[in-house]
């Protein structure tokens, strides 16, 4: 029997233990994953399509995993697509796929990954969020888009029930930092009956 990784995803406390996590889980991932119909990819993909139609300007899949996200990007019709992520085997996963220009693998000690400006769209796929990346990585992304840029990205059940994260979006739209376009609760892993927000933040 194939173990099982998913259940144990939300309860990983340190970067450490959650890259040793992702990169004993990525072999596995695509399967336990699709089996309990993964739907934010599509839903991301999608709320950026509608906000940015020009699907020629490259996009940043921050924390891309084996790359569901970057494929998703791409069935949205989004040509460019590059990914950063911190687990090397997750990576190999994402570079089989074929549906990135380049992938990076991101080291925990570099805390700004994102060279400043260098894209105006940038996607979060299950990034942020308990046992994954910590609330400040969503101020490091935005404070790497310039005036303009989009940042499209989920926010799952557990995420939302804490406020250290859901508070980023309110801190950047209250004083005008940024502008909020989209955001739209619905199906995240229907088998785990989880569910998540999608949103679309724009940079004043």
Not at 12 to 23: I, K, S, V
Not at 63 to 69: D, R
Not at 75 to 82: A, C, K, T
Not at 148 to 165: E, I, R, V, W
Request: aromatic share 10%.
């Amino acid at each position: 029997m194939r173990e099982k990784f998913l259940d144990k995803a939300y309860s990983l406390e340190t970067p450490e233990a959650t890259l040793d996590h992702y990169n004993q889980w990525a072999a596995s991932y695509d399967a336990e994953i699709s089996e309990n119909g993964y739907a934010t990819p599509g839903r991301i993909a999608a709320a950026l399509a509608e906000f940015h139609p020009n699907k020629s300007e490259p996009v940043l899949d921050f924390g891309c995993g084996t790359g569901l996200s970057g494929l998703a990007l791409r069935r949205q019709g989004f040509e460019v697509v590059d990914g950063m992520e911190p687990s090397a085997e997750m990576l190999s996963q994402a570079r089989e796929k074929t549906a990135y220009r380049k992938l990076v693998n991101i080291r925990l000690s570099n805390r700004k990954p994102v060279p400043r400006g260098a894209y105006r769209l940038i996607i979060g796929c299950g990034v942020l969020g308990t046992g994954a990346a910590p609330p400040p990585v969503f101020d490091m992304i935005m404070n790497a888009l310039p005036r303009g840029g989009k940042f499209c990205f989920s926010y799952n059940d557990h995420a939302l029930a804490d406020p250290t994260f859901t508070i980023k979006i309110t801190e950047w739209v209250d004083c005008g930092a940024a502008r909020l376009l989209f955001q739209e609760h619905g199906e995240h892993l229907p088998g785990l009956n989880l569910k998540s927000t999608v949103y679309v933040i724009e940079k004043a």
